[in-house]
């Protein structure tokens, strides 16, 4: 009985004393973050290793451009998504927390050819939050000189505007239109525009994202378990799991 009351407090004494951090995640990069639930395949990760080395997080949801001034602030402690043209004096992880794969995509209907990223510049472009400091070059350039441009914090709506016939080009990650495709499939069964046939161009390389901090020791402790997960095969399983789910939910 003392030892079942002793380890019950050593268990409640730890759960006590655990730090507390904020964490700051993108509001429109479901499967990878889903605000709605608390969930998505980074955000998991995340939660699981800081809360194996001791930290507790509470989350805070928003475009990408708030949250990097939020964490410029010290408002934010960890960021998913960040790089060091935006966040220069944070701590990046040594192991990438999300890899996107951004595309371009384009009705098939409107016959645009795409093989370069300054070709660009010809069409109406709708990019995801923050694309012009996170792409790489020559995007930044291409698109000043583009008869439109425009940055979504809501992915959702980039992905209804192109449909839409709004932009001709939309810039996003291929699992994030096939989820907010299928979203918005569900959510208008009757709406023809939605069906349209659509072509990805493969413009962009992987972009790996590495989780920012502002200490040192808490980034080498992210590191630490992001490495136990590995070995593990803890990290597997999460991704084997949000597979198995999005095969359902996503179309084909």
């Not at 949250?67 to 010290?74: A, D, G, S, T, W």
């Not at 934010?76 to 701590?91: E, Q």
């Not at 927390?97 to 016959?111: C, G, P, Q, Y």
Request: charged content about 20%; glycine content about 4%.
């Amino acid at each position: 009985m003392r030892r079942l009351v002793t380890l019950t407090l050593f268990l409640f004494s730890s759960h006590l004393w655990a730090e507390s951090l904020v964490l700051g995640c993108g509001n429109s990069q479901p499967p990878y973050v889903i605000p709605q639930n608390d969930r998505g395949i980074a955000l998991e990760l995340m939660k699981r290793i800081m809360a194996a080395q001791g930290y507790q997080l509470s989350t805070q949801y928003d475009s990408v451009s708030i949250l990097v001034k939020r964490f410029n602030n010290r408002e934010v402690d960890i960021l998913c998504v960040a790089n060091p043209t935006v966040t220069p004096n944070a701590y990046f992880s040594t192991f990438p927390l999300m890899v996107f794969h951004n595309e371009a995509i384009t009705l098939s209907k409107n016959d645009i050819e795409l093989t370069s990223i300054s070709q660009l510049s010809q069409y109406r472009v709708g990019a995801f939050n923050f694309a012009r400091r996170l792409a790489p070059e020559p995007f930044a350039d291409s698109v000043s000189k583009s008869p439109e441009y425009k940055e979504y914090p809501l992915q959702e709506q980039q992905v209804a505007d192109l449909f839409a016939g709004k932009v001709d080009v939309i810039i996003i990650d291929r699992m994030i239109f096939r989820y907010f495709l299928s979203k918005l499939r569900r959510a208008n069964p009757g709406d023809q525009t939605l069906k349209a046939a659509f072509t990805s161009h493969p413009l962009f390389h992987p972009t790996r994202h590495y989780a920012a901090f502002h200490s040192e020791g808490i980034r080498d402790a992210f590191d630490m378990g992001m490495k136990d997960m590995h070995k593990s095969g803890e990290y597997d399983r999460v991704i084997n799991s949000y597979e198995k789910l999005l095969s359902d939910y996503l179309f084909r």
